[in-house]
């Protein structure tokens, strides 16, 4: 029997909106029907929660992972009241002990040794003893955030006044209300809960583990579609500072590609990624580790692992010689760059001092010439 109590808020919240969106909307699609445009505008609403919570609260705010423009600041803690996912000071408040205390059952608010229901959902339906509450200590920057305090502060109406006059102007704009209530407003909200509630669920039970098996995250393509990027969980856990989750370029990560083009825009600055020889020794590390494992049931074992420890070795050195050049390269082609720059800057300068020089001597010819 559980003793734990229940929050009463939540189970109403996620089981009315639930029993609405696997009812209400098929019902109302048979008896009624939706156009387009209450399709395409759930879409993109579904985006911009998203989107919010995966780029805003997720990648922004609880890893810093890149600065951000006020305006795009503005956007997202707006956008992550209409994903009613709490405050992004909560947010991020819960997640950096999920981080800091991945899979420890006392600790992690969403600890996935608890298995799929409680990290997927559970953990916000009872008032679990015991999971550390967040006091907002590990937040103290974001407590210098006037944009994520405007929004911690103005939570609740900003939360009703999103996800009932969104969807409300919305019907209004397509003279359909309660079409538009039911698809961008509650099913918009049911999937948008759910695809991010995987992440804490399902990306860490399902998938790979190419970079780290000290936890449980795990990077799993299919999670990605459905998360924004977010997928690539076992990348994300050991490499948090990175604001890529998918690094390679046919990984599905739209929240990195929206913080890479904002960037050039001047939306987003200072994008921080990991260099890339940490990235490929810690995959050497792990295929060594999993080699070893396997070869150790092996009649000539010893053998074979001393030769996977030579090779690995060896590996590991030429990566060293390999990221070594490669910066000094990239370096190099800096310097020519800017060398480059001040060259055509001279030329530029030479030819207007020239100008201004004949123009005077000109001027100074006309002068004597008067008083010759
Ligand atoms: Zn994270
Ligand atoms: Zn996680």
């Given at each position: ?25 098929p019902w109302y699609a048979l008896t009624v029907g939706f156009g387009w445009f209450e399709i395409i505008a759930t ?36 956008g992550g009241a209409f994903a009613l996912q709490n405050s992004a000071l909560h947010w991020s408040a819960d997640h ?6 991945v899979d420890n059952n006392d600790k992690d608010p969403y600890s996935a040794g608890r298995g799929f229901w409680y ?254």
């Open positions: 029997m559980q003793q734990t109590p229940i929050i009463w808020t939540n189970v109403l919240l996620f089981s009315i909106t639930t029993l609405v969106a696997v009812i209400g909307v879409i993109l609403c579904l985006g911009y929660c998203g989107m919010s919570i995966t780029a805003g609260y997720h990648r922004l705010w609880a890893h810093k992972t890149y600065d951000a423009h006020p305006l795009l600041q503005w956007l997202f803690a707006i950096r002990v999920h981080h800091k205390h990290s997927h959902i559970g953990w916000m339906l009872r008032d679990y003893p015991g999971v550390e509450k967040p006091d907002y200590n590990n937040c103290r920057d974001l407590q210098k955030n006037r944009i994520v305090m405007w929004q911690h502060r103005n939570y609740l109406w900003l939360t009703i006044a999103t996800n009932f006059g969104i969807p409300l102007l919305l019907g209004l704009i397509s003279g359909n209300i309660l079409g538009m209530l039911l698809l961008a407003g509650v099913l918009r909200l049911v999937l948008s809960h759910h695809f991010t509630f995987f992440i804490n669920s399902l990306a860490h039970i399902w998938g790979s583990q190419p970079y780290t098996e000290q936890n449980s995250a795990r990077d799993n393509g299919v999670l990605a579609l459905l998360t924004y990027g977010e997928g690539y969980h076992n990348f994300h856990h050991i490499f948090e500072s990175d604001y890529r989750n998918g690094i390679k370029w046919y990984q599905f990560d739209p929240t990195k590609w929206l913080i890479k083009t904002a960037s050039w825009v001047g939306l987003t600055r200072n994008l921080r990624t990991v260099p890339e020889e940490r990235i490929a020794q810690a995959r050497a590390k792990m295929q060594l580790q999993r080699a070893m494992a396997k070869v150790k049931q092996r009649p000539n074992a010893e053998q074979l692992l001393r030769l996977l420890e030579q090779e690995y070795e060896l590996l590991l050195a030429r990566m060293q010689d390999y990221y070594q050049v490669k910066k000094q390269l990239l370096q190099q082609r800096r310097q020519q760059l800017v060398a480059q720059y001040q060259a055509v800057d001279f030329k530029q300068s030479y030819r207007e001092f020239k100008l201004h020089l004949q123009q005077q001597q000109q001027h100074w010819q006309r002068l004597i010439g008067a008083f010759s």
